[in-house]
């Protein structure tokens, strides 16, 4: 297992800005406003040749009232149990705050390694006067850094790695299954997370969009290894009125693109809405398998038909993938929820599957036995053979005498002639078509 660094402090001080600083990528918001990172956001990185997980955590405030806050501080703390060092974030031009001393208490009590950091020093030379106050924390040698112009950072990180447990076990290959999990806002996706975890994971809340950053939960099951990644809801375009919200539309469409597996989540109330369409489109787009998971299943009057009709109104609404198997769940009791891992193991494999081109292209003649490749003025598609060429999803060229002629509709009917043999349940198929001519 590799090393765990939690970086913590009060809000405002450029935790961000430091976790983005080590993992060298802009994966956490930053903003000016305090409270901005609000669940635990964890990425690799590595110094000196030591790689090791970063997580970073909403800003803590020891005495409040405010749900949210104190939602942050109980992240904050799950962090702290689970790290192996801890960077504690102060910034020189408050000086000692009494949240500082809180949370170095905090820290203390944890008996974990701490290392302090005093953030925004931005020249270089001789340092602050305020900063030498910091050694009343109790905290050992503070170490001057600025998030923002990368000074310091690497003194930081050599404390950390000074404090890190001694180990000669070389990281594990990383084979697990990355699972985006996805939806509109408030359709139940940090419930499911935290079901599946066991712990209060992900800040649940009736307040649609509280879950703002997408953040990465590790799963080990009788069933395999997974990364679950839970998004911030993607709201409609004309919602998107603020700079965090665009954040955190860029930010699932990141997810989405670095899974391997994406549930799209549909509330079973609402039945699937024009901005389900959208979601699922961009899962749809990004070539990933795709589970469409009904939630709140629970929460609906149901008679024995009721099931297959609201199957058959997520077909219709999610047209363009019909591939998709759909299951029915309750996040909130823990109905038919085990199945999602059989699901994503299974789609995972169908969309990693690779067919001979001797079997495809017996399909390829048999397909074209039973129906004729179109005309067109008298030019008749002629269709020389087919092959894949990558899989996740599976790619096929075809190649042909004419692009043009090869109309859309002959594609779709090739494409499932192969799911009628192979199956490809919930992953979409690339096909792309080359002529006479074509450069490679």
């Not at 009232?65 to 689970?82: G, P, S």
Request: hydrophobic share 40%; glycine share 8%; charged share 25%.
């Amino acid at each position: 297992m590799k090393p765990l660094l939690a970086i913590v402090g009060r809000p405002n001080v450029g935790k961000s800005h430091l976790f983005n600083r080590i993992v060298g990528q802009r994966l956490s918001i930053v903003e000016d406003t305090p409270g901005v990172t609000r669940d635990r956001i964890y990425a690799e990185s590595d110094w000196d040749g030591v790689f090791f997980d970063v997580v970073d955590t909403g800003g803590i405030e020891p005495h409040t009232d405010n749900e949210i806050l104190l939602f942050i501080r109980e992240q904050a703390k799950i962090a702290i149990d689970t790290a192996d060092v801890i960077v504690l974030v102060t910034e020189i031009g408050t000086g000692v705050t009494a949240a500082d001393k809180d949370v170095a208490n905090m820290l203390l009590k944890s008996k974990k390694p701490v290392v302090l950091a005093v953030n925004k020093m931005d020249s270089t030379g001789q340092p602050d006067p305020s900063f030498y106050e910091f050694y009343s924390l109790g905290l050992g040698d503070p170490i001057p850094v600025s998030a923002v112009h990368g000074h310091g950072t690497g003194d930081l990180l050599d404390a950390c790695l000074a404090a890190f447990p001694k180990t000669t076990e070389e990281s594990e290959e990383d084979d697990r299954i990355k699972v985006a999990v996805i939806g509109k806002p408030n359709v139940g996706k940090s419930s499911l997370i935290n079901l599946i975890l066991g712990e209060r994971r992900c800040i649940v809340s009736n307040v649609a969009g509280t879950t703002r950053d997408a953040i990465d939960t590790h799963v080990d099951n009788d069933y395999g290894k997974y990364v679950f990644i839970d998004t911030a809801g993607i709201r409609r375009k004309s919602k998107v009125d603020d700079r965090i919200e665009k954040f955190s539309v860029m930010r699932a469409q990141l997810a989405i693109e670095r899974s391997d597996v994406c549930l799209i989540m549909i509330d079973a109330r609402e039945g699937v809405t024009e901005q389900d369409t959208k979601i699922a489109g961009l899962a749809h787009e990004a070539g990933k398998a795709s589970i469409i998971i009904v939630n709140k299943w629970d929460l609906v009057e149901k008679d024995s038909r009721t099931m297959d009709n609201m199957r058959k109104q997520v077909m219709q609404g999610l047209s363009f993938m019909t591939y998709a198997p759909v299951l029915f769940i309750s996040a909130l009791t823990g109905q038919r929820t085990q199945r999602i891992f059989e699901l994503v193991n299974f789609v995972n494999e169908q969309s990693s599957m690779r067919i001979s081109t001797g079997m495809l292209n017996n399909i390829l003649a048999d397909a074209m036995m039973r129906v004729q490749p179109p005309t067109d003025k008298g030019k008749r598609l002629k269709i020389y053979y087919m092959t894949q060429t990558g899989i996740r999803p599976p790619n096929f060229v075809v190649f042909a005498n004419s692009r043009e002629l090869f109309h859309f509709s002959y594609q779709r009917y090739l494409e499932n002639q192969i799911r009628s043999v192979f199956g490809l349940e919930g992953t979409p198929i690339r096909m792309v078509i080359r002529q006479k001519g074509d450069k490679e």
